[in-house]
Structures are given as C-alpha cells and as structure tokens.
C-alpha cells in the first residue's frame, strides 16, 4: 500500500506512485490522480511513463516543485505541483497543443485513499473531502468541476469513460471511493487544485481555499548556470523522479528507474549504490535508504545478491563490489561515521565472500561464478556468472568458458578484481574510523596483493594494456574501458599508466567524439551496437574518471567528463532523456530497444562534470577547483553544511548555509578540505607558481593560521585581515593551511597559546 506513517514531512507529498503525475500523501495514503480522456481516440491515460508519452521535468528532492508534459491522443498538457507547506500540495495544469476541440479532451481530478475511505463532494463550498482516521483532506478546485463522478476504482473510472464517453450522466455521485472531479480544456484550459491536510474538515478546507490562491510561482531556479550548465539540475531531476515507494516492503528507494516493469520492486545491488551516491549529493537521509536498500541484499552466505526484485532473487551471485567505494564517498560528503556503521558489517563480508566463493585455483585472482545456492533465473550457467561484471553481453566474456566443477568462468576478470581491491581499500578506511584496526589491516594487506597481482597478471606485455586472461592460458581479445580500472584501484605502475594514456586517445580503440565505448571500435563486436557489445556506459566512465584524477591525469579526467557531460546533454535539452546507455558513433539514446530512457546512473555523466568544480575524491576528500570559468553551482550537501560554489570574473565563492565562507581569485585546487566548529584546513595546489590569497570572511581577526610546507616545516603566524597568503609554489606536494578560530590569549611564558 501507498501507506506510511513516518516518511520524512519534507516528503510526505510526492510523487511516490508509478504515475508521475500522481501526488500521494503518503501518512495517510490519499492520493490526488490526474486521469485524461480524449474522444478522438476514446482512450483514457493515467499518465504512466511505461504506457503513456510523459517528459519528466524539474523535480526537487523534497517535491516542492515538480513538473513534466505528456501527450495522449495529439493533445500535450503540462503539469506541476509546489508545496507552501508539508501538509498542502497545490497542483494545476495547462493545455498545450490540442489534437481536437478542447470539449472532447477531459482532464479528471481522481481522489482516492488507500483504505478505500468515501470521499465526499460539497457543491456549495466546492470542495471535495476524505477523512482518514482523525484527519482530514480536503481538496478545492480553482474552477467548479463541469461534474462530478463516483468510482470503485480508478480502472473503474477509466473504463466509464471509454465504454461510456463524457456525456454519459448515470455515474454523477457526490460520496464514493474514488471521486472524480471532471473537467475538459474548451472551459478550462489551465486548471488548478489544492490539497490541503489537518485535523478538521473546517481547518482543512480554509487551508485548501487559501493554498488555491495563494498561486505560489511555478519558477524554479536553476541549481547549476555557466560552465556545464544544467548538470546538477539534471542529477537532482534524475534522482528525485526515480524516488518512488515500494510497497511490498514499505520503504522509499531511488529504483534504477520508474519506467521499467519488472515487478513490484527491483535492486540490483550496484545500481542501488550508486543511487545513494546521488542522493548523497542532495539529502543524506534520502543516501541512507539507498544504501540501506542495496545492503538488504546481503544472504546468509556472505555476499550480497546480485539482483532482488518482487518475482526473483539472485542470491547465487553478486555484482563488482563497489559498495565500501561508496559508503567512504557518502561519509566523506556528509561527516556522518553512522553511515559507515550501518554499511560496514555486509560489505566486509562480501568481500570475504568473493575471495573465499571466487577463487577456484588460489591464485588470489577471481572469476565470475554462479555458486550452487537459491533457485534464480539463470543460476548455474555462463550468463549467470557473466552477470557478476555487470556486462552481461560483453565481448570480453567471448572466449570465457564454464566450468561446471568450479561453477565459474575460465577467465579472470580485470573489472572484477580492480573492484575487488578498491573494496578492500576502501573497508581499510572504513575499518580505521571505526576502530576496527585489525580489520584495517586485513583489508589493506588484501588490497595490497590484488593490486600486486593485476599489475604482474592481468597486463598483457604485448599490447601493454590491461586484459581478461585465462586462468590456465593466455589474455583474451576483447577490451573494454575495464583496461583502465587498475587506475582506479591504484594498482597500475607510472609506465603502465602511460601506456593505458596512450591507449585512451587512440581512436582506433577507446577516443572519439563519444567514450568510452564498451568495444573498442576495431572490435568486430563494436558493430553489434547491443548493450554491452559497443554502447557507452555512465557506470563505467564515471569509473574511468575516478581513476585518472586518482593518477593526477587531471587534463585528461576533464576532457572525460566534459564528453561525457555533452553526451548526456545530447539527449537531455531534447527529449528529457537520461539513457542507460548510449551509442558510440552518434551519442543517441534511444537509437535502438535496449535501453531505458530515465535509468538512475546517466546521472553519473553530470556528475563528473560537477566534479570538475566540487568533489568529493576518495583520495583527495572534499576538493573545490577555480578554473576561472564562470559558474554558479549549488545548493549541494557538504559536512559543513548546504554549500554553493560561484565563479565571477575569476574569483570563487564558497558559500556555506548562504553566507560566504571562502573567497579566492587563485586558480587551481583546493583538497582535503576540512571545515568544523573551530577550525578549518586545506591544501592548495595552484594552477600557477605564483602568489596568492585566500580570503575567509567569517573568521574573526584572532585566528592562529598554521602552515605546513612542501618541505614538512610548520609555521604558526596570526590570521592578517581575514587572508591567506599562498606562496608560490611549483613543488609536487601542495601546503597544507589551518586556521584555528578559538580564541587566542597570551600562556605564563608570554607566548600565544589556544585557549579550549
């Protein structure tokens, strides 16, 4: 049921059902349903993305405005929604185009509660009202409804209108379950209603006449202009559009994606984190459930299913285990050492898992495998285990057999165990804030003999780059963007490193107006343009990106993203689109069936473009970078709260909770940035070997600033006008600043000391 009673009152309305659409207050189960009727057609639309053409618009976390359009029949409507309050949602709608004379096209305004409650209509105050236990809801209109009708259901009410067309009379009723409040676009082209909640009838409807017209302005600004304009816009849309309620286990969740029908609910345990990650960027509470949702995957045999929807469960296998990378990136974000908790004990034993269940020879190496567990589809062949990277079709698993005695594939997977060493990095990190220092140095001395062991094993000496291999022969012809995960896991020498560069910019291979392709285009199977046989993934750049920057290939991590971000924007400004995948050669979407147009990782693509100007690295931590470019980018979740990061004529602005924090015309990057109650630091890697300042508005003429040099030496000097000054500097390792904001007072020596 569309039922819960403590979802966060941010976002109690919302857009939780699979009609976007729909606004649901979700503590009482009332839903607010708008339902089309075209005569031309004699059709209805519930406006249902997997049935119906629907372009979702701006959406914000917490649903306080959301918009998108929909056709039915040659007529296009737009729709909206804004909150004044958590318990008043004003919603209304406007004709666009009509595909015939506007008496014929209805739009009906459904109203319904999940315990099936009557719903009531009073003529004379104009208002429709649903009690549901104590409380009330109650629902004006900004024009009289042309009449009004009584339903059992909404499939009732669909079907009246097509056995029965809108002259029909005989289901006019003030009192049913579901009451439909019609109206067509000759009389009323634009229309408006307000839902408001409280615990009277006459509370309730004054709320909902004066939410009516209150007309609140359907302007949202822009979260992200200039320099890779739109990117963060699209990543909180994204997100916020894909946040739906599952209903067979009570719990929000951003779904790979509203549009497919796979049942009542679908987890892939990859896709669900990097959900988390997005959400992380806008609301940690929202990041939370994300992850939470990914980890209940976790079986008894210590590995987390690869995929659990309503109809199967994958337990026989997993997916790549980047879920430590994650969690260290939503601690890094949000301060909050909760997060690596709740997260810890289900990723550390799936990393036992996969060296345990993954490594039929002990070569300390894995394979993808299918163990002998559960009852999923697939369980115990090829594809199975294929389903374990991620790319199931993937040229790369062409000459890969399986082996029913070690139910696994013949080969090592490059991806597999790159991922597996940064799990084990990451848990390393995790495990030390934890104080689980024995674990610490499990994870680390694991990671350690993977990266050992791809750089030694899986480099193929020959074409010098990365590659499957046969456990028992030779490397396998097929490459992916993969090649370039030892990057990412930090298990690449400098030469190989330089090769891989090499590689990158070959356009036989990997480069081109559009990367990285799943194939390299010399491959035979680049042609194919299927899934993972040639199309370009946002999982797998956003990964290629993560390692150049960890690698220091700055220029090259950027003109990734800046591709990247042109990519999805291709398709983005048109048509709304946020592709699963995208074709290599064109950078169209939806050139093809198998992909899906509103899947939750596109928004990885403008992710690395906001990245560019504020990360937060898992090596670096939380970085801000001065290219000069104009920008204006934020709100954003930070741990010291909502920040907004702006460029004008070359200085940057660190606003944090709408007030300037930080201010610099320096160019280059800041890292390691801490911000607490009393102190902030940060490193400052200039773009040039030239002096500078740093200025923070907000500390007081007190402070004690101490610097820690290329050279290790520590110099402690007072704070002078609120400003840094940044010598110049051409040394690989950037100065180190802490400014302390207690107050400074004179010890019995006569020097300045802290005082607590």
Same mark, same amino acid.
């Given at each position: 049921?569309?039922l819960?009673t403590?979802v966060?009152l ?10 976007p659409?729909e606004m649901v207050?979700l ?13 031309r057609?004699r059709?209805?639309?519930?406006i249902?993305?997997r049935s119906n053409?629907v372009?979702?618009g701006r ?6 405005h959301?918009d998108?359009e929909?056709?039915h029949?040659?007529?296009?409507l ?6 004044s309050d958590?318990f008043t949602?004003?919603g ?15 739009v009906?305004i459904?109203i ?6 009557t719903?009531t209509?009073?003529?004379?105050k104009?208002?429709a009202l649903v009690k ?8 004006a209109?900004a024009?009289?409804p042309v009449q ?11 079907a009246d209108f097509e ?5 029909h009379?005989a ?5 049913a ?15 408006a209603?307000c839902a408001a ?7 309730a409807?004054?709320?909902?006449i ?6 609140r302005?359907e302007h949202m600004?822009?979260a992200h ?12 849309d ?7 309620w599952?209903?067979?286990n ?8 509203r549009i ?20 992380g960027v806008?609301?940690a ?5 994300n ?5 209940a995957?976790a079986?008894?045999?210590?590995n ?5 929807t309503s109809n199967d469960?994958?337990v ?5 285990p980047h879920?430590?990378?994650i969690?260290?990136?939503l601690?890094?974000r949000t301060g909050e050492s ?6 810890y ?8 898992w996969?060296r345990?269940?993954?490594d039929?020879?002990?070569a300390?190496?894995v ?13 115990g062949t ?5 389903n374990?990277?991620?790319m199931?079709n993937s ?9 029913p005695a070690?139910r ?13 060493a940064?799990?084990a990095?990451?848990l390393?990190?995790?495990?030390a804030?934890l104080?689980?220092q024995a674990?610490a140095?499990e994870?680390a001395g694991?990671?350690?003999q993977?990266?050992?062991l791809i ?7 020959t074409r010098k ?5 046969? &456990?028992?022969?030779g490397?396998v012809r %097929?490459l992916?963007p993969t @090649?370039f995960?030892?990057l =990412?896991c930090? *298990?690449?020498? $400098?030469?190989q490193?330089?090769?891989l560069?090499r ?5 036989n291979?990997f ?7 799943n194939?390299t285009r ?8 299927v ?6 993934w946002p ?7 993560l ?10 991590a950027?003109?990734l993203?800046?591709q990247?971000y ?6 983005w400004?048109t ?6 995948n995208?074709?290599?050669v064109t950078g169209?979407a939806?050139?093809?069936g198998d992909?899906?147009p509103f ?7 403008p992710?690395?473009?906001?990245g560019?100007i504020c990360d937060f690295?898992p090596? &670096?931590?939380?970085?801000?970078t001065? %290219?000069?470019?104009?920008? @204006?980018?934020?709100p954003? =979740?930070?741990p *010291?709260g909502? $920040? ?6 070359g200085?940057?602005?660190l606003?944090?909770?709408?007030a300037?924090?930080?201010r610099?015309?320096?160019?280059g990057q800041l890292?390691d ?5 009393g102190?902030v ?7 040039e ?8 508005p907000?500390v007081?003429?007190?402070?004690l600033?101490v ?6 030496a520590v110099?402690?000097?007072?704070l ?11 040394g690989p390792l950037a100065?180190r600043?802490t400014?302390?904001?207690?107050p400074i007072?004179?010890?019995?020596d006569?020097?300045q000391?802290l005082?607590p």
């Open positions: 049921m569309l819960h403590t966060p941010s976002r109690a309305w919302n857009s939780w059902s699979d009609r659409a207050f503590p009482l189960g009332v839903r607010i349903t708008p339902i089309l009727y075209s005569s057609s059709t209805t639309s519930e249902a993305p053409t372009r979702l959406h914000s976390i917490d649903a306080s959301i998108l929909t056709d029949s040659g007529t296009t737009g729709f909206s929604a804004t909150k958590p949602v004003r209304q709608w406007q004709g666009l185009k009509t595909g015939e004379w506007g008496l014929r096209f209805w009906t459904a319904s509660a999940e315990g099936g409650e719903v209509f009073d003529a004379e104009g208002v549901v236990g104590t409380r009330f809801v109650a629902i209109t024009d009289a009004v009708t009584g339903h059992e259901t909404i499939a009732a009410l669909r056995a029965n067309g809108y002259f009379l289901s006019r009723s003030n009192a379950p579901v009451l439909a409040l019609r109206f067509n676009l000759e009389m009323m082209r634009r229309g209603y909640v409280a615990d009277s009838a006459s509370l409807i004054e709320k909902a004066a939410g009516l017209a209150a007309n302005p600004p822009p202009t200039a320099v890779y304009e739109g990117a963060l816009d699209a990543m909180r994204v997100v916020a559009w894909n946040t739906v599952d209903e067979t009570a719990r929000p969740y951003t779904a790979v994606t497919w029908n796979l049942g009542k609910f679908a987890v892939w345990y990859n896709d669900q984190t990097f959900a988390a990650l997005l959400a806008f609301d509470d929202l990041a939370r459930e992850m939470a949702v990914a980890l995957g079986t008894p045999q210590g987390i299913a690869c995929i659990v469960a994958w026989d296998r997993s997916q790549a879920g430590a990378l969690a260290w990136q601690y890094q909760s997060i690596l908790k709740a997260s004990d289900a990723l550390a034993r799936n990393q036992r996969w345990t269940h993954r039929p020879d002990g300390g190496l394979s993808c495998g299918t163990s002998d567990v559960g009852e999923g589809l697939y369980k090829a594809f199975a285990a294929r374990e990277t991620g199931d040229a790369t698993h062409d000459e890969a057999a399986y082996e070690t696994s594939l013949s080969t090592f997977d490059l991806g597999l165990n790159c991922a597996l940064l799990d990095e990451m390393s990190k995790m495990a804030v104080g689980y674990d140095d994870f694991a990671a350690a993977s990266r050992k750089s030694e094993e899986l480099w193929d000496g780059i990365f590659a499957n291999r046969q &456990r028992k022969g490397f %097929s992916s @090649s995960y030892p =990412l930090g *298990a690449a020498t $400098a030469d490193a330089e090769h560069l590689h990158l910019k070959d356009e291979t480069a081109g107006a559009f990367g990285l392709p194939a010399d491959d035979p199977a680049f042609a194919d343009n899934y993972w046989r040639g199309r370009i999982n797998v750049n956003f990964m290629v990106w390692g150049l920057r960890r690698y220091g290939h700055f220029a090259e950027r003109a993203a800046r990247s042109d990519l999805f924007m291709k398709s400004r048509g709304r689109i946020a592709a699963e995208y074709n290599a169209e939806m050139d093809q992909t899906d899947y939750i990782w596109a928004a990885l693509l992710m690395m473009a906001v560019e690295d090596w &670096r931590g939380w970085t801000i001065n %290219s000069g470019d104009d920008v @204006s980018m934020g954003m =979740l930070t *010291a909502s $920040a907004t990061v702006t460029i004008r004529d200085r940057l602005t606003a944090l909770n709408g300037d924090f930080l610099t015309r320096m160019r890292s940035m801490v911000v607490e109650k102190h630091s940060f490193r400052m890697s200039a773009a070997p030239v002096e500078g300042t740093i200025e923070l907000t007081g003429s007190n402070a600033v610097t820690e040099g290329e050279d290790g110099v402690c000097n007072q002078v006008n609120r400003e840094i000054t940044v010598p110049a500097s051409s100065p600043f400014v302390v904001f207690s007072s004179a010890g019995s006569g020097r000391v005082t």
